[in-house]
């Protein structure tokens, strides 16, 4: 059989790559007008692409190629090509210069498109879909039917082929705090940085990488190549070990601390043995699911030594507390800190991470009673007098019989912001309205965490009557070009005004974010824009315990 | 240097005098305009005319706007640079919530006001070449 050709008048690398792209294709360059009658000499051209600006030259070689049911892609200069190639109706365009990659694929969607003659409007919707099916649109990795199709031949050639499963567990997280949009951006992140990493691994050998469509796992299949034996336990061990500090490292350098504590992978493996007798499909089905398992169960081990190490830190009061400031939005002076609280223990230092074991260990009220205590601690030592703390207690937490030992230990409540989130419900309305009024008549304020973050409009926060309103991260993140984000912030902001409360935007990353907001009239900020997490980390260091500063320099390896 | 092009614009109704309107009126204002008056014309005309701003209608038979948006958003041959715009009857929190979560990047109201459809698309417009 011969190899299929791609007819062009572009001579250079970004076509002979896109012909590599597509797997053994190959590429004859025929200039200006010679493309034209190329398209009646050259035997085994399936495919035209031309960048021709010449409007006679291209109308020929549209004209030539329908007649012999050849698609063609136009490569165009501008904006006036553009139109001329849609008015032409062509098979596909794109703008110059472009990857190869781009140009392989605008081949394959027009192969796709030419196949079935007339294909009715509902095909190419369904196409668009399947498509969307077969390839991540975020990582543009292959999905599982496409990788089973591909590998098919090297499976059986080989005999044998190695399952890993990497199950990243907080993904949902990300997109449940900062929303979908940098969930999006972290998968990217995540998807290149992986790709990277087995470049350069011992497993480059064989590439092949899928990931199901809208999950967060990847799935990895290596086919060992002839004569290479396959890869032991141990190495794979390393090797995951390896990939997690890469991965996560590219995470903090992009996306910031906060973000990379809670990145996490647990891999599972298993090895599957090509039988004659039993479908390819199902025996890699069921190789990908013993490796799920696998990889569930190193994340249940996991599990039980967090917990452990949560009861250590609670009996050793292993906890200290970040402090993140809130400025004032139009001169950007300090009026307050937000306290965060971590685990001085690795594995803990994600309060997010530390909350969830505390949940499933019920222990929220002891981790919770640490944490503001320490937070109290934290406040008498570095807080001026003018300065407020804003303090995260969790409704559950209200109930806690020794929740009024606050009291004993805050010297000023009017100094202390308590901040509600939206997210947790309240399961006792009425007896939960009266601890706050409680509280408030001592003098405590109280904030709204996370507003905005559900569909329910101002009514539910207006019932907590809050002295402060945070707005929620994913409201802020690329606010500066989403004008319905702007929209809602300038309603907050309105409604706000009206109740006397004040308006705070958490997760100011950017100096666009910035102004945006300040333009909008929120009155205070917070985010890494206005802080450097270094800086954070210096001040950590001062007063601290060695035990801190130990725990410190981990984490910064680590994140490195 | 050429002369600056404005961005293509596809405007999705299921009404077609609405559709029509919107086209007359923002051809005028010198946008190169398609319209669709289904989702699913309005997302085979996404792939072929690969449009730089859409105006997608949230109330139509079939894939109802939040569907098409993401569809569109999610759309893996697009560069991902693409606004839209919804075009909704209702103003409430939810609403402009549930734009967001379906990816889309503003909103106006019906009914339509023309100018003030304008300054939404001018200033979308605006927002792709800070983005390029």
């Given at each position: 059989m011969s190899q299929p050709l791609i007819l062009t008048d572009i001579d250079d690398a970004s076509i002979r790559d896109a012909a590599v792209l597509l797997e053994s294709w190959e590429v004859v360059v025929r200039r200006d007008r010679e493309l034209a009658a190329a398209i009646e000499d050259v035997p085994g051209v399936r495919v035209i692409v031309t960048t021709t600006d010449n409007p006679n030259a291209l109308r020929d070689v549209v004209e030539r190629a329908r007649a012999r049911a050849?698609?063609?892609?136009?490569?165009?200069?501008?904006?006036?090509?553009?139109?001329?190639?849609?008015?032409?109706?062509?098979?596909?365009?794109?703008?110059?210069?472009?990857?190869?990659?781009?140009?392989?694929?605008?081949?394959?969607?027009?192969?796709?498109?030419?196949?079935?003659?007339?294909?009715a409007l509902a095909d190419?919707?369904?196409?668009?879909?399947?498509?969307?099916?077969?390839?991540?649109?975020?990582?543009?990795?292959?999905?599982?039917?496409?990788?089973?199709?591909?590998?098919?031949?090297?499976?059986?050639?080989?005999?044998?082929?190695?399952?890993?499963?990497?199950?990243?567990?907080r993904y949902s997280k990300i997109e449940e705090i900062y929303g979908w949009e940098k969930l999006d951006a972290v998968l990217e992140t995540t998807a290149q940085a992986v790709r990277e990493f087995l470049d350069a691994s011992t497993l480059r050998s064989s590439r092949i990488l899928v990931s199901f469509t809208n999950d967060d796992d990847f799935v990895f299949f290596h086919v060992p190549p002839q004569g290479v034996a396959a890869v032991t336990d141990a190495e794979i061990t390393e090797l995951v070990s390896n990939l997690q500090e890469h991965v996560g490292g590219r995470i903090e350098a992009v996306h910031g601390e906060e973000i990379a504590s809670l990145f996490e992978i647990y891999v599972g493996r298993s090895h599957v043995y090509y039988n004659p007798k039993i479908r390819l499909q199902r025996l890699i089905y069921r190789g990908i699911r013993e490796a799920a398992n696998a990889a569930k169960s190193v994340e249940e081990r996991e599990r039980g030594r967090r917990v452990d190490?949560?009861?250590?830190?609670?009996?050793?009061?292993?906890?200290?507390?970040?402090?993140?400031?809130?400025?004032?939005?139009?001169?950007?002076?300090?009026?307050?800190?937000?306290?965060?609280?971590?685990?001085?223990?690795?594995?803990l230092r994600s309060p997010e991470i530390m909350f969830e074991v505390a949940a499933e260990a019920d222990l929220l009220w002891e981790l919770g009673r640490l944490c503001r205590s320490k937070a109290i601690e934290a406040m008498k030592q570095r807080l001026t007098r003018g300065e407020f703390l804003f303090l995260n207690v969790d409704p559950h937490d209200f109930v806690d019989p020794e929740f009024s030992q606050l009291d004993a230990e805050v010297a000023d409540p009017q100094r202390v912001v308590i901040?509600?989130?939206?997210?947790?419900?309240?399961?006792?309305?009425?007896?939960?309205?009266?601890?706050?009024?409680?509280?408030?008549?001592?003098?405590?304020?109280?904030?709204?965490?996370?507003?905005?973050?559900?569909?329910?409009?101002?009514?539910?926060?207006?019932?907590?009557?809050?002295?402060?309103?945070?707005?929620?991260?994913?409201?802020?993140?690329?606010?500066?070009?989403?004008?319905?984000?702007?929209?809602?912030?300038?309603t907050m902001v309105r409604f706000a005004n009206d109740q006397g409360a004040k308006v705070i935007a958490e997760g100011v990353e950017r100096a666009e974010e910035y102004e945006t907001v300040k333009g909008l009239g929120v009155h205070l900020v917070q985010g890494f824009f206005l802080h450097r997490p270094s800086e954070n980390a210096l001040a950590r260091t001062t007063g601290e315990t060695p035990v801190v500063r130990e725990a410190d320099t981990i984490a910064r390896v680590g994140g490195s | 240097m050429p002369e600056a092009t404005l961005p293509s614009v596809l405007v999705v109704d299921d009404n077609h005098?609405?559709?029509?309107?919107?086209?007359?009126?923002?051809?005028?204002?010198?946008?190169?305009?398609?319209?669709?008056?289904?989702?699913?014309?309005?997302?085979?005309?996404?792939?072929?005319?690969?449009?730089?701003?859409?105006?997608?209608?949230?109330?139509?038979?079939?894939?109802?706007?939040?569907?098409?948006?993401?569809?569109?958003?999610?759309?893996?041959?697009?560069?991902?640079?693409?606004?839209?715009?919804?075009?909704?009857?209702?103003?409430?929190?939810?609403?402009?919530?549930?734009?967001l979560q379906s990816g889309a990047d503003d909103y106006v109201t019906k009914p339509i006001d023309l100018p003030r459809l304008v300054r939404t698309v001018e200033r979308n417009a605006a927002a792709l070449q800070g983005a390029a």
């Amino acid at each position: 059989m011969s190899q299929p050709l791609i007819l062009t008048d572009i001579d250079d690398a970004s076509i002979r790559d896109a012909a590599v792209l597509l797997e053994s294709w190959e590429v004859v360059v025929r200039r200006d007008r010679e493309l034209a009658a190329a398209i009646e000499d050259v035997p085994g051209v399936r495919v035209i692409v031309t960048t021709t600006d010449n409007p006679n030259a291209l109308r020929d070689v549209v004209e030539r190629a329908r007649a012999r049911a050849l698609p063609v892609i136009v490569g165009c200069a501008n904006d006036v090509a553009r139109r001329r190639a849609i008015e032409l109706h062509v098979d596909e365009w794109f703008l110059l210069p472009a990857s190869p990659e781009e140009i392989a694929s605008r081949v394959r969607s027009a192969l796709a498109r030419v196949t079935p003659a007339a294909a009715a409007l509902a095909d190419r919707i369904e196409r668009v879909e399947y498509e969307q099916m077969l390839y991540d649109h975020l990582t543009g990795l292959p999905t599982l039917p496409v990788m089973i199709e591909r590998s098919r031949h090297l499976i059986k050639e080989r005999g044998e082929l190695i399952v890993l499963y990497f199950n990243f567990v907080r993904y949902s997280k990300i997109e449940e705090i900062y929303g979908w949009e940098k969930l999006d951006a972290v998968l990217e992140t995540t998807a290149q940085a992986v790709r990277e990493f087995l470049d350069a691994s011992t497993l480059r050998s064989s590439r092949i990488l899928v990931s199901f469509t809208n999950d967060d796992d990847f799935v990895f299949f290596h086919v060992p190549p002839q004569g290479v034996a396959a890869v032991t336990d141990a190495e794979i061990t390393e090797l995951v070990s390896n990939l997690q500090e890469h991965v996560g490292g590219r995470i903090e350098a992009v996306h910031g601390e906060e973000i990379a504590s809670l990145f996490e992978i647990y891999v599972g493996r298993s090895h599957v043995y090509y039988n004659p007798k039993i479908r390819l499909q199902r025996l890699i089905y069921r190789g990908i699911r013993e490796a799920a398992n696998a990889a569930k169960s190193v994340e249940e081990r996991e599990r039980g030594r967090r917990v452990d190490d949560l009861k250590r830190s609670l009996r050793e009061r292993a906890v200290y507390i970040d402090l993140h400031p809130i400025l004032v939005a139009d001169t950007r002076q300090v009026y307050g800190y937000e306290a965060l609280a971590r685990g001085t223990l690795r594995s803990l230092r994600s309060p997010e991470i530390m909350f969830e074991v505390a949940a499933e260990a019920d222990l929220l009220w002891e981790l919770g009673r640490l944490c503001r205590s320490k937070a109290i601690e934290a406040m008498k030592q570095r807080l001026t007098r003018g300065e407020f703390l804003f303090l995260n207690v969790d409704p559950h937490d209200f109930v806690d019989p020794e929740f009024s030992q606050l009291d004993a230990e805050v010297a000023d409540p009017q100094r202390v912001v308590i901040e509600i989130t939206e997210r947790t419900a309240i399961k006792d309305y009425p007896k939960f309205r009266e601890r706050l009024k409680a509280l408030r008549q001592r003098g405590y304020r109280f904030a709204v965490d996370d507003a905005g973050s559900g569909y329910a409009g101002l009514g539910s926060i207006a019932n907590l009557e809050p002295d402060f309103i945070k707005l929620d991260i994913s409201l802020i993140n690329c606010i500066d070009t989403n004008f319905i984000k702007q929209n809602l912030v300038e309603t907050m902001v309105r409604f706000a005004n009206d109740q006397g409360a004040k308006v705070i935007a958490e997760g100011v990353e950017r100096a666009e974010e910035y102004e945006t907001v300040k333009g909008l009239g929120v009155h205070l900020v917070q985010g890494f824009f206005l802080h450097r997490p270094s800086e954070n980390a210096l001040a950590r260091t001062t007063g601290e315990t060695p035990v801190v500063r130990e725990a410190d320099t981990i984490a910064r390896v680590g994140g490195s | 240097m050429p002369e600056a092009t404005l961005p293509s614009v596809l405007v999705v109704d299921d009404n077609h005098d609405n559709a029509d309107i919107v086209r007359q009126y923002l051809e005028a204002k010198g946008y190169p305009v398609s319209v669709a008056y289904s989702g699913e014309e309005a997302l085979s005309l996404f792939e072929s005319v690969r449009p730089s701003i859409v105006l997608l209608d949230v109330m139509m038979p079939g894939r109802d706007g939040w569907e098409v948006c993401r569809l569109m958003k999610q759309h893996p041959s697009h560069d991902r640079g693409v606004r839209v715009i919804m075009v909704t009857a209702l103003d409430q929190w939810d609403d402009k919530r549930q734009a967001l979560q379906s990816g889309a990047d503003d909103y106006v109201t019906k009914p339509i006001d023309l100018p003030r459809l304008v300054r939404t698309v001018e200033r979308n417009a605006a927002a792709l070449q800070g983005a390029a």
